[in-house]
């Protein structure tokens, strides 16, 4: 296997400089979430190691658990064949989602209907505080 230096270039972002990351329990392969990076936040997480993510409707850089506690701590980062999605193994301190469940993926179609299969573990207010 060879070895060379990440270079972000050979990366296919949107026109909005965005690229879909995939975030994955690295010991469990659970599915946690997906959210947007950009080049400034794949830099800040290989440099410190704490996944830091782009935030669309904040508009700025979201370093994930800063206001909940709940952190990524990056395990392992890859990307696919064409280069246009990411998929980030990492430890998840706490609930991945902002709804205080495990994983954001918590609707499954399932026998012609829609179910939620995964219970909040932790209410949102706890997270963020009450509103």
Known sequence: MSRDPLRIDDLTFTSDGLIPAIAQQHDTGEVLMMA???????????????????????????????????????????????????????????????????????HAFRDGATEVIAEPEVSPDELYGAK
């Open 36 to 106: 947007w990076m950009n080049r400034e936040s794949i830099n800040e997480t290989l440099k410190t190691g704490r996944v830091c993510y782009w935030s669309r409707s904040r508009g700025r850089l979201w370093r994930k658990g800063e206001s909940s506690g709940q952190v990524q701590a990056l395990k392992d980062f890859r990307w696919d064949c064409d280069g246009d999605t990411l998929l980030l193994l990492v430890d998840q301190r706490g609930v991945a989602c902002h709804t205080g469940r495990r994983s954001c993926f918590f």
